[in-house]
């Protein structure tokens, strides 16, 4: 989920598409995000789920799209009606080591973010 119209859009079509429900859960962007129709929010710490519809992404439990490296994931109590973002450090090196000894590419195991990067991944992507 890349902006407040898309998370709206998606905000809309969950409660037409389900009318009881108020929490849409998403993944795979690498990057957290917390969203209500009102907009986005800073996607950390713990959020009162009460009021609203929330559309909320983790981010990633590796390969995070941040300059710290960080494993991201959310604690979702829907009976407390919570959602706590978490992160916490993890060993990129040895992350990496394992990637490539599984056999992917270099340009699938953790570049840190910026022009540079997505550079080195088209670069990459092409050969």
Not at 4 to 22: E, M, S, V, Y
Request: charged share 30%.
């Amino acid at each position: 989920m890349l902006d407040a119209a898309a998370a709206r859009d998606q905000l809309t079509c969950l409660g037409d598409r389900h009318p009881d429900a108020h929490v849409l859960v998403l993944g795979h962007t690498h990057l957290p995000v917390a969203y209500t129709k009102d907009g986005e929010l800073p996607a950390e710490g713990e959020i009162t789920l009460e009021g609203r519809e929330w559309l909320l992404n983790a981010g990633s439990v590796g390969q995070s799209r941040e300059r710290r490296p960080l494993a991201r994931g959310l604690v979702l109590d829907l009976g407390g009606r919570l959602a706590r973002f978490v992160a916490v450090d993890y060993d990129v090196r040895a992350t990496k080591r394992e990637l490539r000894a599984a056999g992917l590419p270099e340009y699938a195991c953790h570049l840190a973010p910026g022009r540079g990067a997505r550079l080195r991944r088209r670069l990459a992507a092409l050969r």
